[in-house]
């Protein structure tokens, strides 16, 4: 039995959509256990595999990611990570604080020795509908060209198992696909991924063409990952935006929004990496997964799903293996 | 008379829509002479403010940039670049290669003494309508914080000049809005602009709100800068591609791209940068201006009036004033 960890009260739409999300994920599986973390009184869950544990404090998007970890002990979040930790479950799922979950997952779960830095890897959409895994997000602003080249190793295993992908290609995001582009970091980086014999790597990837599928991974410092995702979304949404606006703006392009509505909904989705599963913090001695703060039980459900087929491979003895006793 | 010297071989359309836009432009401006570098038998154009200098090479886009600089000395790029080294012209636009026409500021014309290093400036597309400027593109991918604080600086004197903005807000992109946010380079630059009193820093912008009109200016480091609008482009336009996928799919969505078509092609139009001029290329001692490789006419025209604005202001004296002399 999979034993997954969930903080309730995170996200945008929290408990909803976590209830939700749980609801149909012991549906559809039988071989798990959900073991929720939260206030009781909010839950409305009655299911043999569904234990509740009662906590007191909530780490709010406001909070100081550090000193909410350790100041809030009772909150869900902590709570919930701490049972990872204890092996009391195998893996925890989160839709709220970014950077509180990424603080629980290294203070209160511990990284594994010999992975120096934490990487935040989300798995963002495609126009082919693949998707690849964009790492890090965010875990570690100021990266070295070893951390990046750990980031791959991580983030192959991860996809292998995960996607079933047998030898997942890694690409180097940058300024341009010539051997010899970008900066001091990026150039050293390539060096180092170059020689590196047990992944895949293809080269220097440009972020115009991430949406095209240039790589199953690409790997760059945190730094840079937080403002390609950023920058992703914000053009993404403004253009949907404006594209609502200009759908609106008379009688005659609302006709023709009419008959469209279906169409543009399906590709507005396409964008929707929630699809994906959340974002998973690579280089903890645990699974712990981070769904979009905005998730709907949908996107919730797929997280869960990622935590569960994490677990069934045993993903972190993988990375226990492979990545530090080479 | 201002004198603007051209490159009629930049660009994938030269010397068609170089000559259109050369056109366009001293039929709108009597106060300007062109000189043209290139090959003659390709002149179409004759006009007593247009000056025919004849050129034997080309510099394309795959080569390398410093080297081609270096080795083709008769190149309609080169010769024009040294025409303002020796102030016969005021300004250099060009459309062809970007790191080229980069190297040929730096190497032909030179750096303004005090200036550490170059920096790109773009002109970017908001909601708004309004645009902001974002550097560096790419000159200096890497770069230190007294590098970005003199990108502030000029690009504050520019926007000033050129765009008619008395007090411009400077942002600084970054990967959230607090103070303390970023990568070590963000943090100390976030800590170098605080204390410049010669410009309006507002703080810490994130991508996502860059198209939202967040600040007159953008400053970051060129490999941030180039990252980030590879992104906004591929993101723009692998969405735009699929919105037309998804209007030709079915009789019925055909019916409905007729009659939103003329609106789509606006809102299309409202994220086409070459609508705001071409980029700057600031740090060097002379008016600088590349066009997008794609322009059209009209995006040649933008990019040569933008010369013209910068050489009527002097704006080259007033950085050099503002920036080393403080």
Chains 1, 2 share one sequence.
Do not use: C, W
């Amino acid at each position: 039995m999979i034993k997954i960890a969930v903080d309730m009260h995170g996200g945008d739409n929290a408990p909803d959509i976590v209830l939700d999300g749980i609801e149909m994920f012991l549906k559809e599986f039988n071989d798990v256990e959900i073991h929720l973390y939260g206030d009781e009184k909010d839950n409305r869950l009655n299911h043999p595999r569904l234990k509740m544990h009662h906590t007191t404090q909530v780490i709010t998007m406001e909070d100081e990611p550090v000193r909410a970890i350790r100041r809030k002990k009772d909150a869900s979040m902590v709570r919930a990570a701490e049972s990872v930790k204890l092996k009391e479950t195998d893996a925890v799922v989160s839709a709220g604080n970014t950077g509180a979950l990424m603080a629980a997952g290294l203070f209160v779960i511990g990284r594994i020795k010999g992975i120096e830095r934490p990487a935040l890897a989300l798995t963002l959409p495609t126009i082919n509908d693949e998707g690849f895994m964009l790492l890090d997000m965010g875990a570690n602003a100021d990266a070295k060209p070893e951390h990046l080249v750990q980031y791959a190793k991580m983030a192959s295993i991860y996809t292998q198992k995960n996607r079933g992908i047998s030898n997942p290609s890694v690409g180097l995001a940058n300024i341009g696909t010539e051997d010899k582009k970008g900066n001091q970091l990026a150039r050293d980086t390539f060096n180092l991924l170059k020689e590196e014999t047990s992944i895949n790597f293809i080269g220097n990837v440009e972020s115009k063409a991430l949406l095209n599928y240039a790589a199953d991974i690409v790997v760059t410092d945190g730094f840079t990952g937080n403002m390609i995702l950023k920058t992703l979304e914000g053009t993404a949404n403004n253009i949907f935006k404006m594209l609502k606006e200009t759908l609106l703006a008379s009688t005659k392009t609302k006709i023709a929004a009419g008959l469209i509505k279906k169409d543009l909904m399906q590709l507005k989705n396409k964008m929707d990496y929630s699809e994906y599963g959340g974002a998973v913090l690579f280089g903890v001695d645990g699974i712990v997964i981070k769904a979009h703060g905005s998730s709907d039980k949908k996107a919730f459900f797929n997280a869960l799903k990622q935590a569960r087929q994490s677990a069934t491979e045993d993903v972190i003895s993988l990375l226990k293996q492979e990545v530090t006793h080479e």
